[in-house]
């Protein structure tokens, strides 16, 4: 068993990936998962993890305010230029999946901004587990669970936690104060997903989030090449 493990896995690309002026666009990479599984502790973590080697934006999704724009603001991650907060309203699956305008003005609006830009990170408003990004959205997509949430989450499966080109199981160090087996939670998340990879996370070190920066640098190959 490797927890924490993450095997290749290849880049879902779409159709229009460059700019007007034929200069391939920022890979666009979509945070999804129910609410206070880690998704802007995983994107902060992110952010610091590659800012220093690649030009990063992030979007945020949130119901009705601009808190996960704010965190990140007050932990300087990125500077104020390069996270644009959008309101969703009282659907956040729906602007992430159906009517992505607002989403997709905010990606383009950072890449006018602060472009050329390498990637996109956009976070969805905390939602069920059943919200995806739309492919028009972005190019590849992150589903973040955590172990406090059950550890019966990746057998009960849904599209996210099935489908997802990355799953993150994250606050391992929670695992044994919530009673939760991750061994067990590695099996079924194997049986519903396959090949597909899984990245076992603890953000509450420095270096908890490295699968996943490991993964998004695979991407990122992928996506150059
Ligand atoms: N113990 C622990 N707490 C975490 C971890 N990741 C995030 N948290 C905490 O969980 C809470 C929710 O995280 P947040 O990133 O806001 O979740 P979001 O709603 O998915 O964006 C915050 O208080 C974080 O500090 C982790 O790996 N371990
Ligand atoms: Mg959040």
Sequence with gaps: MHLGHTHDAPAAVSADATRPDGTRRALRIGLGGPVGS??????AALCRELRDRLSIAVVTNDI???EDADF???NAVLPPERIQAVE???CPHTAIRDDISANLEAVEDLEDAVGPLDLILVESGGDNLTATFSKGLVDAQIFVIDVAGGDDIPR???PGVTTADLLVVNKTDLAPYVGSDLERMALDAKKQRGDLPVAFTSLTSAEGV???????????AAWAA
């Design 88 to 90: 969703t309203g009282a």
């Design 210 to 220: 490295g699968p996943v920066a490991d993964w998004v640098r695979a991407q990122l």
């Design 38 to 43: 880690g998704k802007t502790a995983t994107v």
């Design 64 to 66: 009705y305010t601009r």
């Design 72 to 74: 990140l603001l007050k």
């Design 156 to 158: 009960k499966g849904g």
